[in-house]
């Protein structure tokens, strides 16, 4: 059974920088497509980042560019996203996601391995 488990949120200022982890158990971590996620209050999940099975391809929504990276380790099985210059509108709770699909698409369907997700609270 395929396990994500986040940790790293918490409330941070605009224009600091966060980062993100998610360990992953239960899967072979570089047969995944991973991706982030996140969901404002009272808004829809949206795509933030993903990177393809390979490892050779990312993708970020036009709001993540320049300003947060995804990353890996295989041996840590553990998929990051690193926050810069975080802004009040980045406030939401930010969900790990992997899938078998070998790029990072950004419908929430082809998913179906997620974790619950920490809060990330960003003040003006």
């Known amino acids: 059974q395929v396990q994500l488990v986040e940790s790293g949120g918490g409330l941070v200022q605009a224009g600091d920088s966060l980062g993100l982890s998610c360990a992953a158990s239960g899967l072979a971590f570089s047969m995944y497509t991973l991706a982030w996620f996140r969901q404002a209050p009272g808004q829809e999940r949206e795509f933030v980042a993903g990177?393809?099975?390979?490892?050779?391809?990312?993708r970020y929504a036009d709001s993540a560019k320049d300003r947060f990276t995804i990353s890996r380790d295989l041996r840590k099985n553990t998929v990051w996203l690193q926050m810069n210059i975080l802004k009040p509108e980045d406030t939401a709770v930010y969900h790990c996601?992997?899938?078998?699909?070998?790029?990072?698409?950004?419908?929430?369907?082809?998913?179906?391995?997620w974790g619950q997700g920490p809060q990330v609270p960003v003040s003006s």
């Open positions: 990177l393809s099975m390979s490892g050779g391809s990312t």
């Open positions: 996601a992997a899938s078998r699909i070998s790029l990072p698409l950004t419908d929430l369907p082809l998913y179906p391995s």
